[in-house]
């Protein structure tokens, strides 16, 4: 019990730092996890592949930023991937070199 005062207690004083926020859109997220759950289901066939220990743990970093098993965003990446799904961000904006004005003088 002195467990779940303790929890009480520490969500409650994250409630009053204003560190909750709202889902913008409840229905969308329910989805995205509704179609996680289903592939992560329909799943029969495993593979083996070797990557780099780094990008292992930024897939993992990752994973755990969107709430999703690692096994999961890879093999939704594929997926997307092969389907012509999967979209690369745009580049930001870069900005104009400037270029530099040199004013003449003469003596």
């Known amino acids: 019990m002195d467990d779940e005062n303790k929890l009480e207690e520490e969500i409650l004083a994250s409630f009053k730092r204003d560190e909750w926020r709202s889902v913008p859109n409840l229905q969308m997220e329910l989805e995205r996890y509704a179609n996680y759950a289903e592939a992560s289901l329909t799943k029969d066939k495993r593979v083996n592949i070797r990557i780099s220990s780094r990008d292992l743990e930024d897939i993992r970093a ?5 709430g999703i098993p690692y096994q999961t965003l890879m093999a939704s990446v594929l997926h ?28």
């Open 62 to 66: 990752k994973a755990t930023e969107e």
């Open 80 to 107: 997307k991937f092969v389907t012509g799904r999967l979209v690369e961000p745009s580049p930001p904006p870069t900005a104009k070199p400037t270029q530099a004005i040199h004013k003449q003088t003469t003596i």
